[in-house]
């Protein structure tokens, strides 16, 4: 199970952070992302982290995201810096392991003046 938290409404320019908690059978080895979905959009990938610390981003939030996790507690992170209203969207965590992807239920992130 995952829940995440975090989403609310900010102006352009604004910082969120988001934070997803991952509870139940949790491998070691595993993949705690974020993906986001727009309105008439599909899913896409936003930024990923493993278990060993290798990160991955899209091109068009490199240098404005930052994603992290802590392993201890099985929480992954994304601090948004740079908000721009094209960021406005349901953000979804993720946690991959053993070939399965399990989702939490998404935040919305809105970035209006």
């Known amino acids: 199970q995952l829940q995440a938290s975090g989403g609310g409404l900010v102006q352009p320019g604004g910082s969120l952070r988001l934070s997803c908690v991952a509870s139940?059978?949790?491998?070691?080895?595993?993949?705690m992302g974020w993906y986001r979905q727009a309105p008439g959009k599909q899913r896409e990938l936003v930024a990923t982290?493993?278990?060993?610390?290798?990160?991955t981003y899209r091109d068009s939030v490199k240098g404005r995201f930052t994603i992290s996790r802590n392993n201890a507690r099985s929480t992954v992170y994304l601090q948004m810096n740079s908000l721009k209203p094209e960021d406005t969207a349901v953000y979804y965590c993720?946690?991959?392991?053993?070939?399965?992807?399990?989702w939490g239920q998404g935040t919305q992130v809105t970035v209006s003046s």
């Open positions: 993720d946690l991959n392991q053993k070939a399965m992807d399990y």
């Open positions: 139940g059978s949790i491998f070691s080895i595993n993949v």
């Open positions: 982290m493993s278990s060993g610390g290798i990160t």
